[in-house]
């Protein structure tokens, strides 16, 4: 079985005007939220085996302080496909992610993350769904398993939501 874990980075630093996008950095908040996450992937045996990063600051932080938290970092791939991507972008990203790779991670950005998970979720937790459904705030975290040979399978509704948490739900603040 291959496991899909699609994380919105964590809570961004909108404070320093003039400053590019994609040079935001993490704010108080976030740089707190994404130790928080990675604990939770330790814990619940959710380390991915390679994880693809987007190239935006605040994704390069979150992935950093999530992996501070993994005794034994996976690869990874820091894409720039993932920057602000739609689904079909995230998509053909995680269709170059190495084969033997059955934990994946994505860590990215809003609405992309969203709506691919929606996409590629055809059953499982209902009440998964309907949180993921009414928001999918920084931090965020969808975990969707498949049972496919390799990534390039990923196809609508091909995946079983397992589990949708936020950093509120394990500890952290509200989005």
């Known amino acids: 079985m291959r496991r899909l874990m699609l994380l919105r980075h964590a809570k961004s630093d909108w404070s320093a005007s003039g400053r590019p996008d994609r040079e935001r950095t993490?704010?108080?908040?976030?740089?707190?939220a994404a130790p928080l996450v990675g604990r939770y992937l330790a814990e619940h045996d959710l380390i991915p085996d390679h994880a693809i990063v987007s190239t935006a600051q605040r994704t390069r932080q979150t992935w950093q302080l999530l992996g501070d938290k993994v005794t034994q970092p996976p690869g990874v791939t820091f894409d720039d496909r993932i920057y602000e991507a739609a689904p079909a972008?995230?998509?053909?990203?995680?269709?170059d992610a190495p084969?033997?790779?059955?934990k994946l991670v994505v860590v990215g950005h809003n609405p992309g993350l969203q709506s691919l998970a929606l996409l590629?979720?055809?059953?499982?937790?209902?009440?998964?769904?309907?949180a993921l459904l009414e928001k999918y705030p920084t931090g965020g975290l969808a975990v969707i398993d498949f049972d496919l040979p390799d990534w390039t399978q990923l196809a609508p509704g091909s995946g079983r939501l397992e589990r949708f948490i936020t950093p509120r739900a394990i500890g952290g603040d509200a989005d």
């Open 26 to 32: 993490l704010s108080a908040r976030g740089a707190k």
């Open 99 to 102: 084969k033997a790779a059955m």
């Open 120 to 130: 590629l979720a055809g059953s499982g937790s209902g009440k998964a769904r309907k």
């Open 89 to 95: 972008d995230i998509l053909a990203a995680i269709a």
